[in-house]
């Protein structure tokens, strides 16, 4: 059966959860997992029924395998990424920092290797859902801000990011967190672990490098303008400087 669907207790703030993995028992280990935090999980064992699952209706996250059959797990997060930005967690048997680093850059949000502790796998997913509900744990800017800098224009509440030249950049609910750490911080160093603490809290691991590839991302985003490629500057040792001044409101 196609999007199988486990929940306890249906509500309209259940999150509806995405699962697209083909081996049975960790699809099942999942579900389970998830229903008894309360969550709705809708399982796909392909891309294909994923799609399907998309057409009759919305989900709040995607937990996706890397190694499906047909279309892969990265063909399928570069895509989904394309048209919109619904929170994604990649979770492969593929644990190298390469493989990391090729799903963070193509689109996924978070990546949890195999074999992987239940409990992480609930953090994660809970922090991404904080991320993308706009929680208090999330980090946002005050009601009705908008922030300007070197021709941008960031409307941190309407997630709404303009360039100098009215081109509209899509961004990821972790790119949106980062840029907020950086333009409410403008000419001022900061570290890779004071950027993870802000923006992950206490489910960033020691060496995590999802701060290194969602800059890149970020970066390369800010680059659609010529003269914006280096808004974000290295500092050696460590560290990140947002070098324009920032105009707020």
């Not at 309360?38 to 294909?48: K, N």
């Not at 709040?60 to 570069?78: K, N, T, V, Y």
């Not at 923006?199 to 390369?220: H, M, N, S, Y």
């Amino acid at each position: 059966m196609i999007a199988v669907m486990i929940t306890a207790v249906d509500t309209p703030d259940t999150p509806h959860i995405a699962l697209i993995e083909d081996d049975d028992e960790i699809r099942d280990l999942v579900e389970g997992l998830l229903a008894r935090e309360g969550m709705s999980v809708h399982a796909c064992r392909t891309t294909a029924e994923f799609d399907m699952l998309l057409s009759e209706r919305p989900v709040d996250l995607a937990i996706i395998d890397i190694m499906l059959p047909g279309e892969d797990g990265l063909s399928l997060c570069r895509r989904m990424r394309a048209i919109g930005d619904l929170p994604m967690l990649i979770v492969s048997a593929r644990s190298d920092d390469v493989d990391r680093i090729i799903g963070l850059e193509v689109g996924a949000d978070d990546y949890l290797p195999k074999p992987f502790n239940p409990r992480e796998l609930v953090a994660r997913v809970r922090a991404l859902l904080r991320r993308s509900r706009g929680s208090e744990s999330m980090i946002v800017a005050p009601g009705g801000h908008r922030y300007s800098f070197a021709g941008w224009t960031w409307d941190a509440d309407a997630r709404s990011l303009i360039s100098p030249d009215g081109i509209a950049i899509e961004l990821t609910g972790g790119e949106h967190d980062l840029l907020h750490c950086l333009v409410t911080r403008p000419q001022r160093v900061l570290s890779r672990e004071q950027l993870l603490d802000w923006t992950r809290g206490r489910e960033a691991a020691p060496f995590d490098r999802t701060i290194d590839v969602q800059l890149g991302r970020l970066r390369k985003k800010l680059a659609v303008h010529p003269q914006s490629e280096a808004l974000i500057k290295t500092v050696r040792g460590g560290g990140y400087v947002f070098v324009a001044p920032v105009r707020r409101g």
